[in-house]
């Protein structure tokens, strides 16, 4: 890592209350499930205390794990 490289923030939405913001990848969590619908991360919304499940594709998957994000995989 450079010396100018901090912790990873990554934009979220809340569905619930519009609310967008940056989470550090701890409030973060990814589930890779067996198949594109089990695939999907999941946090709760610093503004309104929902908890909001998205799904995760390929990408958003190799972003959330290059990121430090904590990863469930099912099977």
């Known amino acids: 890592m450079s010396p100018t490289s901090g912790p990873v ?27 594109r619908r089990a695939t999907f991360y999941s946090f709760m919304c610093p503004e309104c205390g929902a908890s909001v499940r998205k799904p995760a594709g390929e990408r958003i998957v190799e972003l959330l794990t290059g990121g430090g994000v904590s990863t469930l995989r099912s099977i």
Request: net charge positive; proline share 4%.
């Open 9 to 35: 923030a990554f934009k979220a939405s809340c569905p619930d209350c519009r609310a967008r913001f940056e989470l550090d990848a701890g409030a973060l969590r990814l589930a890779i499930g067996g198949s």
